[in-house]
């Protein structure tokens, strides 16, 4: 690989498209562009209006080419969690080398051996996980390259997802322009950003990825997605209580239940939070009201939440981690907290770019990617590198920018000095 690599990571939401460009720059990850782009064409189960993510991810990639100067040809793809069911299997292979020494194209040939597993016609291969390897009796999580051996086998997680919504949401990214470079389920993705797979080989996990219109529950145990399930509400599920008794909009009011009100605390405040004027008058919504107008819709989903996750804290120590637009609510975490009784926290990225728990997944893709990439050996690029080189190149050496530099330059403390002991001198 080389020591520079940029790729684009999508994520179609319920409410938005998100678009990240980012770059592996000598094992160092940083964001070049960030785009969300409002979009209803999305929904848990179903791709709803292909022409409206076509329409959004026309606009996310223009945004893009503007500023870089290139285009985005190859996208890595987040998708839904919706009926995501895991097959686990072990395939082997014969280690082809003429010493017996284990190569790459080994893994490959057993990865590939795996891909061809049947499995039921209702279901979409997304990606083919390599779990362990075993050589000579010996169980390893890291690719054992060089080992003598004449038998690889490889423990593969196969993860799929509905058919239906796969085949459509890649249909609607391929009719906008877009090449897939690689498919992986969003709570796959956002066990790689939160570094919650690996955290799952000491105690559970579970991923609370609540969207717009949907909460998506993803169980980690020893290091592997064990299963997901999906929830017909969201927070604007929640937030529907005060759409109803204020005639506020959706969307302002999933705004205010993600910034201005503090849920889970013992007294609401009576600070307004939200004024506003239908023409004939002023209408004014505190704290208080605001809570207590989404109070029947949180209990009922904490019930449901309750409800699906009770096996998994029986079985063992369980930590819950909440994400998308739901890790911006301030408090719901405490609910959490209370009604299942084991720790529970919200997330946000640390990226600089990106710290917005709502990115999440769309993180999770490049690092997901990139630990794939040594078993693929895949060198391509997102971007059009050619012109987004000269691009660059041309920006460097504009007038303006040497003009710039020059007078940077010459503004240096040291500079200065020289300057000042001229004067002196003189």
């Known amino acids: 690989m080389s020591d520079k690599q940029i790729f684009a990571a999508v994520e179609v939401a319920d409410s938005e498209v998100r678009l990240i460009v980012g770059e592996f720059f000598n094992t160092r ?52 969690s919706y009926r995501l069911k895991r097959y686990s299997l072990q395939s082997s292979v014969n280690v ?44 390893t999580r890291k690719i054992p390259l060089g080992e003598h051996t004449d ?11 509905d058919r239906k919504v796969s085949f459509d949401l890649v ?72 759409v109803e008794k204020y005639g506020l909009k959706s969307e302002m009011a999933v705004e205010l239940l993600k910034y201005s009100v503090r849920l889970g605390e013992d007294q609401a405040s ?8 239908d023409g004939q008058q002023t209408h004014t919504v505190n704290e208080r009201e605001f809570v207590e107008s989404i109070h029947e819709n949180l209990e009922k989903w904490l019930d449901a939440i309750d409800k699906t996750c009770v096996p998994i804290l029986q079985a063992g120590e369980t930590t819950v981690i909440i994400t998308d637009e739901g890790g911006e609510t301030q408090g719901l975490s405490d609910l959490v907290a209370r009604r299942l009784g084991c720790e529970c926290r919200c997330y946000i990225p640390e990226t600089l770019g990106g710290r917005n728990a709502g990115l999440t997944a769309c993180l999770g893709l490049f690092y997901a ?29 504009t007038p303006a920018l040497r003009k ?23």
């Open 29 to 80: 990850f940083n964001i070049i562009k960030v785009e969300k782009v409002p979009c209803s064409g999305m929904t848990f189960n179903e791709v709803t209006d292909p022409d409206a993510i076509i329409t959004a991810l026309h606009k996310a990639c223009a945004d893009v080419k503007k500023m870089l100067g290139a285009e985005i040809r190859k996208v890595i793809l987040a998708m839904p």
């Open 369 to 397: 990617y990139q630990d794939k990439l040594p078993i693929t050996g895949y060198i391509e690029d997102s971007l059009d590198m050619d012109a987004f080189v000269k691009a660059v190149s041309y920006r460097e050496n």
């Open 270 to 277: 009576e600070n307004p939070i939200h004024i506003w004027s």
């Open 404 to 426: 710039q530099e020059t007078a940077n330059k010459e503004d240096t403390l040291t500079n200065k000095l020289k300057g000042l002991f001229l004067e002196g001198k003189k």
């Open 151 to 161: 038998k690889l086998t490889v423990d593969i997680d196969l993860l799929c997802a």
């Open 96 to 139: 082809e080398g003429i010493d017996q020494v284990v190569t790459i194209q080994d893994v490959r040939n057993a990865v590939h051996k795996a891909e061809r597993a049947q499995i039921p016609g209702q279901y979409a291969l997304l990606q083919a996980v390599c779990q362990k390897y075993t050589v000579n009796g010996v169980t």
């Open 171 to 242: 249909g609607a990214v391929e009719k906008a322009g877009l090449s897939v470079l690689d498919i992986f389920p969003d709570v796959f993705a956002i066990g790689k950003e939160t570094a919650l797979l690996q955290a799952s080989m000491d105690k559970q996990v579970i991923i609370l990825k609540v969207g717009r219109t949907a909460t998506t529950l993803g169980y980690l145990h020893q290091g592997r997605v064990a299963s997901a399930a999906v929830l017909p509400a969201g927070l604007g599920t929640l937030a529907s209580g005060a």
